[in-house]
């Protein structure tokens, strides 16, 4: 969760309409031009670590938590929660906040969000820079979710098959998905820790697996989220960032992880080769950025903001 410090320039829950108040925090040098931070997920919310990335004596940076997550209102509501509705938010957001333009970063369905947003409102995206990179394809949720990534993490796919009944091998993601969203909340609970163990297990560059013990406070709201986009194909049309992307005519940076396990690298190939300014950097890293993309994305941030 965001806490506020002595860069916090204003905090506050924003009504966007739906009953859904967003939460904002407006961080960082006044007078600098401002970034748009997209959290990942879908689910997460924003948090401190993510402050890492910005230079709060140099930079504005506009941190929001999206619809139903962190400390947003209400929490937990998958009410009138599709992309469409959070691109809305987005302009709401930055219309409240006074900013005409603003350099929108973020990694996984943050970069797919970020991404969903410049094509739907260019006029309002100075340059994006992603990481992690999600289009919101199928053949992205079904890499993850059907562990097409089990050839390098065996044991992790072994564990999920063994909290997973036999007949639903096949597709255990989609059993537990239908538990996660499902009416019984102990099932909720229990399928949202082992989808989010395995998701987690393999995002970053580690041989190391080492889950922690289920507990009864396990708090299922990231993984329903999550499970609630992945189901509906991340309420996009097929192809849609791929098939929009000479409407992206903006400067666009990707640093994309080359041995990423959550979102196939792939993919931030495929874009870059339809991008009119777009320029992928490739990173030894996994999904999560090591030192060196994080010293890249700072980096690139720090220029485009000066």
Known sequence: MLTVDGFTLSEGLVDVGDGHRLYVQDWGKADAPPVLFVHGGPGMGTSDDYEQYFDASRQRVLFCDQRGVGRSEPYGSLQDDTTDHLVADIVRVLNHSGVDEAVLM????????????????????????????????????????????????????????????????????????????????????????????????????????????????????????????????????PDHVLAN?????MPVYVVQGRYDMICPPVSAYELAQRLPRGELIWALSGHGPNRESWSLLRTLLLELTQ
């Open 106 to 237: 973020g990694g996984s369905w943050g970069s797919c969000l970020a991404l969903a947003f410049a094509v739907a409102h260019p006029g309002r995206v100075r340059s994006l820079v992603l990481y992690g990179l999600l289009t919101g394809r199928q053949q992205e949720s079904d890499w993850l979710n059907q562990g097409r990534w089990r050839t390098f993490f065996p044991e992790v796919w072994q564990w999920y098959l063994d909290r997973t009944p036999e007949e639903h091998h096949d597709d255990p993601s989609a059993y537990h998905f239908a538990r996660i969203l499902g009416p019984d909340a102990a099932r909720a609970r229990e399928s949202a820790y082992a989808y989010t163990t395995v998701d987690t297990a393999v995002m970053d560059l580690d041989d190391r697996f080492a889950p922690a013990p289920f507990t009864d406070d396990v708090d299922p709201t990231s993984a329903r989220v999550q499970a609630h986009y992945s189901t509906n194909s991340h309420f996009l049309p």
């Open 245 to 249: 992307a000479d409407r992206l005519t």
